[in-house]
């Protein structure tokens, strides 16, 4: 008896205090979260990934540019953008090394493992490049005959790797890199997301994104799993762009809704 009423204090006492706990890091500002730098906010991003984040004469441009630049103000710090390999992105910020890692990058369960993920603020669709005159017409026309071009670590590499073998696949630094070598027939097609994709073309003649979709996927920022302030942070951040049309009106600036 008089121990179940002990354990039963316990686990009170743990409660009040869990509570307590939340009570804390629920106040939004005051700054309770840690940055790599302080009053920096350090991204990480590969931007060759257009209209996401890219380069613009000595500019870093792009909806993802600005929604960090719009969290950025919100928690009173100054943006600092690294452009890095897209593979090399979390590992970095599992290590400390940046803030947030923002490059229109799915959430997976996999990546889930390594890092947390905010809520999510787009959504993107795997998608088919192929030259005008190609055979394929569709998702259906792909196999492991078919040279397949990719992003170096990116979902378009990891679903066609498993769906198609090792040894139809074709790793690229960057998609710009894999486009390239569409142009120059060294291989016969490119899965990567959807609106990098109608922005590649727009850049290459010759090429056409198929009307099919590879596979459909959301869009959200990493954080270090030690860094749950910051996470809650940026998601406040998001959540108050989100409602307040931020993001939309970021989204429409670079990928205007057509009528
Ligand atoms: N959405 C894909 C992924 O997360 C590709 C992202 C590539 N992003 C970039 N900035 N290059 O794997």
Do not use: W
């Not at 890692?101 to 999510?120: L, P, W």
């Not at 792909?142 to 990719?150: A, F, N, Q």
């Not at 679903?159 to 016969?188: C, H, M, N, P, W």
Request: charged share 25%; glycine share 10%.
């Amino acid at each position: 008896m008089k121990n179940s009423k002990r354990i039963l204090s316990v686990v009170l006492a743990a409660i009040l205090g869990v509570s307590l706990l939340a009570g804390c890091s629920g106040s939004k500002s005051g700054g309770s979260f840690k940055t790599v730098q302080s009053g920096k906010l350090v991204m990480a991003t590969n931007a060759a990934f257009p209209p996401y984040e890219y380069v613009e004469g000595s500019d870093y441009m792009g909806i993802d540019v600005e929604i960090a630049g719009e969290i950025a103000k919100k928690l009173g710090l100054e943006l600092v953008i690294e452009d890095v390999d897209f593979d090399s992105i979390i590992a970095g910020v599992q290590s400390g090394k940046y803030d947030m890692g923002m490059a229109g990058m799915t959430v997976t369960d996999e990546r889930k493992q390594s890092v947390n993920f905010s809520e999510t603020y787009a959504n993107g669709i795997q998608a088919i490049i192929v030259p005008e005159d190609s055979a394929i017409a569709s998702v259906d026309d792909l196999s492991s005959d078919t040279s397949i071009g990719v992003q170096q670590g990116t979902t378009g590499d990891i679903y066609a790797s498993d769906d198609y073998g090792e040894d139809a696949i074709t790793r690229f630094k960057t998609g710009t890199d894999a486009v390239q070598a569409l142009t120059t027939g060294k291989i016969d097609c490119v899965i990567i997301d959807n609106e990098p994709a109608k922005a590649y073309v727009a850049a290459n003649e010759g090429l056409k994104v198929l009307d099919t979709t590879y596979v459909e996927e959301e869009y959200a920022i990493c954080i270090a799993k030690d860094n749950e302030k910051l996470l809650d942070a940026i998601n406040s951040a998001l959540k108050d762009l989100k409602s307040d049309g931020t993001v939309d009106s970021i989204v429409e600036k670079y990928i205007p809704t057509e009528g």
